[in-house]
Every structure is written in C-alpha cells, then in structure tokens.
C-alpha cells in the first residue's frame, strides 16, 4: 500500500542553520504530496504541497520539489529560526481517494 | 482561510464513562470529515472516514463500537468514545474537506482534543 517515510528526528541546529528533511514515498498512480507542521500543543498546518511531478511547493521560507524519478518530497529551509521548532509531517493523498498517509513525523528543535 | 474547530480542546474523564468530541467546519461545508488519534511523539493515525448522512468508514483495527462517530450535518461531526479506559488517553484530531472541491484539494486540521481517562 502507499507510504511515507521521512527522516527520523529530533533534528537540532542552529538559528540560521540550512534545514533538509528527507521524505520519501510508495504509491501507485499520482498522488499529491504535502508538508504539515505541528507546534506544541496544536492541530497540523498545511505548510505547503505539490501535485505533480516537478511542482515546487513553498512557503514561509521552505520549499520542496515533487521529484518522480526519486519519489522524493524533500523539505528544505536556506536559514531556520527558534520559531521553526515544531513536528514537520510528510504526507501523500492519491489519485481517487480521500485518504492522507502520513509519515512518522521529524522533530526540528533550533537553537538562539 | 477555512477553519475546521473542536470542543473540546482538553478533557479529563473517569474510567468507564463516556466521551463527546466535536469537530465543526466554520466557514464551509464538510461532506467529508476524518479523525486521527496521535499518540505521544508519533505520527497521525487514520481511525475513520466520516460521511454526512451515512455511515462512518473505520480503519481497520478500530473498534466501531467503541469510536462511534455521527456525521449530521455538512459542518458538524462528533466523535463519541464510549466507556472510555486509560488506554483511550490520546490526542485526536479532525480534519474536513471542503465539498465540491474535488479530491485533490487540500484537508483542513482541527487543533485536536487531548483526552486524558483516569
């Protein structure tokens, strides 16, 4: 069946670090690929996504390309800040259903 | 943007008695609404697909007895667990899509319910 794999965390840098955090995915057909952040205590926000191959996703500095050949959704920030600590979700919806498979989530802690 | 709500955000309930979450999609209508459970430092697990006017789809393992979820209208979806035990302590979170949208389009979050069963 269809899945997410993304790096294990906690992930630890430094403010104005570069971030990267691995995503990979297993699905038939097309599916639509997604980053979710979630701050302490909250629900999930969409971050950004990407909906078929070569599509750049980007928001609030980060950005992500669908990449087919590599079934790859890498996540990646130029210079992270304290309020960038959070859970950060990958996750994939495919063609024809309502479902969204998520990854295990990667913990990011940045530090002053 | 659209807002997906639940009520309520944190509850603290003895063991054996039973729980009502609800998840309201504020300025939209949800044909379709999900709930997930989250457990600490884990990702978010799927337990159902609720359907206005029909019944709820479960994933596998979850008890449909036990997770009993009302879908009745197109903003509001509750999700009821019933003679709530420890093993029940968790975060759940609902999510809404938009109707009309397509599939493709995006799901909204609620900000979840932690439950804590005593």
């Known amino acids: 069946g269809d899945s997410v794999t993304q790096m294990e965390g906690p992930v630890t840098l430094s403010e104005e670090a570069f971030l990267t955090i691995n995503c990979t995915y297993t699905?038939?057909?097309?599916?639509?690929l997604f980053w979710y952040v979630q701050y302490p205590g909250e629900g999930l926000q969409l971050l950004l996504k990407?909906?078929?191959?070569?599509d750049k996703g980007s928001n609030k500095g980060f950005e992500a390309t669908y990449r087919k050949e590599t079934t790859s959704f890498h996540l990646e920030k130029g210079s992270v800040q304290v309020s960038d600590s959070a859970v950060y979700f990958c996750?994939?919806?495919?063609?024809?259903?309502?479902?969204?498979?998520f990854g295990a989530g990667t913990r990011l802690f940045v530090k002053a | 943007g659209a807002v997906v709500s639940q009520h309520p955000s944190w509850v603290i309930c003895k063991s054996g008695t039973s729980v009502k979450i609800e998840c309201r999609s504020l300025?939209?209508?949800?044909?379709?609404m999900f709930w997930y459970r989250q457990f600490p430092k884990q990702s978010l697990m799927l337990m159902a697909t609720?359907?206005?006017?029909?019944?709820?789809?479960?994933e596998q393992g979850v008890e449909k007895d036990k997770f009993l979820i009302n879908h009745a209208s197109l903003t509001l979806s509750t999700l009821t667990v019933t003679s709530a035990h420890p093993e029940d302590s968790s975060f759940y979170i609902c999510?809404?899509?938009?109707?009309?949208?397509?599939?493709?389009?995006?799901?909204?979050f609620g900000p979840g319910t932690r439950l804590l069963v005593l």
């Open positions: 999510s809404a899509r938009e109707t009309g949208t397509g599939e493709q389009e995006t799901q909204y």
């Open positions: 699905a038939t057909g097309y599916p639509s």
């Open positions: 990407a909906t078929k191959a070569d």
């Open positions: 996750a994939l919806r495919n063609t024809g259903g309502f479902k969204t498979i």
């Open positions: 300025d939209f209508q949800a044909t379709t």
């Open positions: 609720s359907n206005e006017g029909s019944k709820a789809t479960y």
